[in-house]
Structures are given as structure tokens and as C-alpha cells.
């Protein structure tokens, strides 16, 4: 900072010395009027001190005047965050951070961190996800879901969900498994591509609407379930949940997802470009106002149409990849809900943000920590549970 006296009375003055800086890291160069380094303090801690400048007059460098500089400095906003635990008497515990990578085909990469709002407040981490396989490795199914702020056990909801998810669609997928191959994979020598992606999509769509659809209720049976074991109402484990399940067929990836709340699903070709949003998000007017997977979303007489609603089905080519996040991760990134439907805005999050910051080419232990670190980016107002999961193939 640089001092200036060139208003008023002081006007006649140059500052000669300033007593006090020693110890605090700051240096004056008097011949510069220039206060600089770096405050030595403690982390989140503010720092006051108070200073003796002493000035000479400048058409008479012999007289001499003292007076008084209160310097004050703000900690960086970032160090007054803090880290406490949740206290240790409370139930259903889970762990801050929980990531992995299965290096498979396809490749599955996911991870899970607590948000900073969270750990200020010694708060659980309430997102969570869960991806299988079917024991031939045929299928994949991956989800991830975000606990409501407001439930006292959504971190336990969250978890419920996406592995009820994730589990009721394998074994639906496996059992189903023959009937499903005859119809995927049925060929005709005179069929083109095109007609062959019609066909294909048209046959997962008959196929896949029961078993999708099935899994989402049974993780709200699930989590109905559990709040009647705990004598609890079940909104207190509310949760969002997404989930797909993908299989690949020479060069195309068949994609049945399901998505309830709010966050993003979507499908995007890193070599086109070309985009698919699996849904649309459940925003409300206000920030953490949405839907969650609770029995009024299966309404007797009205389930299937509503699951209808909110299933899709996509015949993708092979290098397409599958994005699953929730808010804590959508928000900062896309901002509102035009920007999760734009192309360019996931052309540009997956080659300048995600792509750019992660060494996808190199899957393994490493990477899945590497994508931690990158979930705990900065973004101003935006510290919310932080979870993201990939599915691609090489």
C-alpha cells in the first residue's frame, strides 16, 4: 500500500519512519512511500496494531512530527473456515471423503467430499453414490444422490437410495438378461446404422421403462422402510436419486437413466460434441428447494405415468460419456438451469474444467483421490456435499 500525504496539512510532510512493523512481516520504504510483504498472524485470525509514524517536514528535514497509525487487517475469507467433526454420540455415521475408480470396461470413476458449509458447521457428508455391475460385466448402473439439508437423516436416505437403485436394476437386468440380448442385438444384413439406432432405441425403451422404473420405486419403499424402523417420518431421510444403467453394443452404448431432484445427468461426446440432458432438475424458487424420492412421487393409479416422466432411454455412440452430479457441483458450474441445456456450456466444463484438471487417460487409485481434490474447487456462496461420477470407455 502506498502512503499518501499529499492532501491537506500533512501535505508539508514526508513520513520518515514508521516503529512498529517489527515482527508483523511488513516493511516501509520510506523513499517510496510504499507499505509491503505479506502479515505474519494466525490462520483465520484478524490483525490490529497500532504504529508510530514519525514525519519530516519537507522544507526542513530537522523538524520532526509524530503520529498515530491503527493498521488493521482482515483474514483472507477462505482461511475462517473451519473443520470440526459431527459429534460423536450421533448415529449413522459416514465418512467425510469416499471415492473410486474401476478400471473396468467401461471405466468408472466417481468420488463423494463433504461441503465446507458442512464441515463449519460439524455436519455429516449427506450426498452419496453406488455403482455395480452385472457378474458378466455387461451392464453398469451408477447413481448418486443428494440428502436434503433440512432432513436430520439424509445421509442415510442417500445412501439407501442409490444402492436399493442401483442393486433392484442389476438383478431386474440380469434376470432379464436373454429376452433383453435377443432384442438388442438382433441383426439385419440390409439394416443401416440409422435404422439399426431406431431400433435399438426402440427396443431398450420397451424394455428397460419396467426395470428403470421399479428400481426407483423400490428405493423409496426402501427408505419408507427404514423410517418406519426408526420411528421416524420419512421425510427426515429425504433424498434425491439418479441413476443409469449402460451397455455397450459394438460401437453404440445403450443408456436407461432415471432422475429425480435437482443436479444433472447427462450424456455428452467429447470427439462431437453432441449432448443429451438425461431430464430436467427440480429447482425451486429459492437455492436448496427441490423434489426428492419420497412415496407422494408414485401416486396410486398415477406411478407409471410419473416414472414415464422422468425415464429416458438414448442410443449413444461408444465414446460418449456419462456425467451423473449432484447441486453442489452443478450449481457452481452451470449456474442456472438454460446452462445445464446448453451444448457449448458441457463442451466447455468437460475440455477447460474437468478434462483439463484430470488425468482421465490414466485411470486408477490415483485418479479417484485426484478427483477429490478437484471436487473441493472454489466458488463463491457455492459450499454445499460435492459428488461426481463418470462412466466412459476407452
Known sequence: HSLDLSRGPLAAYRIHSIAGLEG???????????????????????????????LARR???????????????????????????????????????RSLCDMGSPMVLAASVRGRSHENSGAFREDDFHIGRTPDGTWTVAAVSDGAGSAKLSRLGSSIATETAVGSLLAALESCGTGLDAAVTESDPAEDASARSARLRKSG????????????????????????????????????LMFAAVRRIGEEV???????????????DPSSGAFH??????????????RFLLSQEFPVGAVWETIRKRFRFHCVPAGTVLLLMTDGVSDPKFGTDNALRDPVRWQSFWKD????????????????????????????GEHDDRTLALVRWP
Open 205 to 240: 425403451e420397451a424394455l428397460l421403462l419396467e426395470p428403470v422404473g421399479r428400481a426407483a420405486f423400490a428405493a423409496s419403499k426402501a427408505i419408507q422402510a427404514k423410517a418406519d424402523e426408526l420411528g421416524v417420518e420419512e421425510k427426515a431421510l429425504a433424498a434425491t
Open 353 to 380: 474444467d474437468l478434462a483439463a484438471q484430470l488425468p482421465l487417460s490414466e485411470p486408477g487409485p490415483a485418479l479417484a483421490e485426484k478427483l477429490e481434490d478437484y471436487l473441493q474447487f472454489w466458488s463463491q
Open 24 to 54: 508483523i512481516g511488513l516493511v516501509f520504504d520510506c523513499e517510496s512511500h510504499r507499505l509491503h510483504g505479506t502479515p505474519r498472524a494466525e490462520p483465520g485470525q484478524a490483525l490490529q496494531k497500532e504504529l508510530e509514524v514519525v
Open 254 to 268: 445403450l443408456v436407461a437413466s432415471y432422475w429425480i431432484g435437482d443436479g444433472a445427468a447427462a450424456l455428452f
Open 59 to 97: 522544507d526542513n528535514p530537522a523538524a520532526r512530527a509524530t503520529a498515530r497509525l491503527s493498521l488493521f487487517i482482515n483474514p483472507h475469507p477462505r482461511t475462517l473456515w473451519k473443520k470440526i467433526e459431527p459429534d460423536a454420540s450421533l448415529t449413522h455415521r459416514k465418512e467425510h471423503r
Open 277 to 290: 440432458l438425461l431430464g430436467e432438475a427440480d429447482s425451486g424458487e429459492y437455492s436448496g428447494q427441490t
